[in-house]
């Protein structure tokens, strides 16, 4: 079948999710629009994609009752708080997100990441030394910070993230 997509969110700068979605339908791409500009269009649309990092767009009851042709809503995250499940259940409308998708998110390693970037950031004073330099600064030993090889690091919640994290 070839579905009518409408992305309501940021996605053609990820590697392989344009190709993947052309390759199921027809796509409209609107990359930051309001509620109301999504409620304009969305009738006559199969998949609505969304994902709440990048969308300011609640799909609620007024953006639903005009989705009249709508089969599914889709979102890129594992959380789905800026969605009315309750009223999408009762139009039996199916949510798609990546809750379930264990093989997905735990590929997805980016939050471990920042956090340990910003350990590093934090032992090594990379921010109050930055901001000296910029100001025209060159005392290098107030920030020479400490070493992570004499450290012991806790984690605090042992989950997916944290598990990753102490990878690193």
């Known amino acids: 079948m070839n ?29 930051d629009p309001s509620i109301e500009e999504v409620i304009s269009v969305i009738d006559g649309y199969d998949v609505i994609f969304t994902n709440p990092n ?4 609640f799909i609620g009851e007024d ?14 995250s594992t ?7 309750v009223y999408a259940a009762k ?7 990546l809750t379930e998708e264990r093989d997905v998110i735990n590929r997805i390693s980016s939050t471990s990441e920042l956090a340990f970037s910003l350990t590093l950031a934090s ?10 330099v910029l100001g025209g600064e060159w005392d290098y030993e107030k920030y020479i910070g400490r070493q992570m090889n004499s450290l012991s690091i806790g984690v605090i919640g042992y989950g997916r993230l944290g598990s990753i994290y102490s990878k690193y």
């Open 63 to 76: 953006l639903l009752d005009a989705a009249k042709t709508l089969k599914v809503i889709c979102t890129a």
């Open 79 to 85: 959380g789905t708080n800026h969605i009315d499940k």
């Open 91 to 97: 139009l039996g409308l199916p949510i798609l997100s």
């Open 54 to 57: 990048k969308s300011k767009v």
């Open 123 to 132: 032992l090594r004073h990379v921010v109050r030394g930055h901001k000296a």
């Open 3 to 31: 579905y009518k997509i409408l992305v309501i969110t940021p996605v053609r700068h990820i590697n392989g999710v344009p190709e993947t979605l052309e390759s199921i339908g027809k796509v409209t791409y609107m990359d």
